[in-house]
């Protein structure tokens, strides 16, 4: 099955610099990769994702960047601000299958806590 | 807020019982998930269910029990509790379909086993 790595398990950044986590994944039939920030007390909330297809995708502070042939893919959060401390999590699914079904499970990493000073 | 909608957010129970978690998919949403996120082993997959067929199994012991109904709800039989079974249990919708479509998840239902 799936493994996703991730990397830092902790990450600590002033206010307005840039912040990157990393993720590896085992399964190269896996083709959507989503990211979701968890917050004290809530569940997941997707924050950006990328399939595939796509090497790069951004969303205003947030950027994501795959590697297919490497099998690694980065969150990258610029100008860092307070209200973005939280714990983030990668994760790889493959998708698609006959019928219109989506396959299997979502494999997540293991989490980043990401904590930054004002 | 997701749509995905959990219930109950607490829960404290004794070792040996059992307790129902449910979940309410987003509207229209036909696959479900759990997953069950503890300190020390994140967040571990569960079980899928896509329009009522289970669809995927991940590590979920035997005394777990998950069943998606007609109207497209679910719930989380959890038997013979133990005190390591204490977990944040989140379920998660999509609507499924071969290009994929986001996954959500709810706000979590807190178990603790004492």
């Known amino acids: 099955g799936e493994n996703v790595e991730q990397h830092p398990s902790t990450l600590s950044v002033q206010e307005g610099d840039s912040a990157v986590i990393k993720c590896t994944y085992s399964?190269?039939?896996?083709?959507?990769f989503p990211w979701y920030k968890q917050e004290l007390g809530k569940g997941p909330q997707l924050i950006i994702d990328?399939?595939?297809?796509?090497g790069e995708k951004k969303d205003q502070r947030i950027a994501v960047t795959l590697n297919k042939t490497a099998k690694h893919f980065s969150l990258h959060i610029t100008e860092t601000q307070p209200e973005d401390s939280a714990v983030y999590f990668c994760a790889a699914i493959r998708r698609g299958g006959a019928g219109g079904t989506s396959y299997g499970k979502l494999t997540f990493g293991q989490g980043t806590i990401l904590t930054v000073h004002p | 807020d997701s749509g995905v909608t959990q219930t109950p957010k607490h829960l404290i129970t004794a070792t040996g019982q059992r307790v129902t978690l449910r979940c309410s998919p987003r509207s229209g949403d036909l696959s479900v998930y759990w997953y069950q996120q503890s300190l020390d082993q994140g967040l571990q997959f569960l079980i899928q269910?896509?329009?009522?067929?289970?669809?995927a199994k991940g590590n979920i012991l035997e005394r777990f029990s998950a069943q998606q109904f007609p109207d497209l709800h679910s719930e989380l039989n959890l038997s013979s509790l133990e005190l390591g079974d204490s977990a944040l249990y989140f379920c998660a919708s999509t609507a499924g379909g071969a290009s994929g479509n986001t996954i959500y998840f709810g706000e979590g239902s807190w178990l603790t086993v004492v």
């Open positions: 990328i399939r595939s297809n796509v």
């Open positions: 269910y896509y329009n009522g067929e289970e669809r």
């Open positions: 399964d190269s039939a896996s083709n959507y």
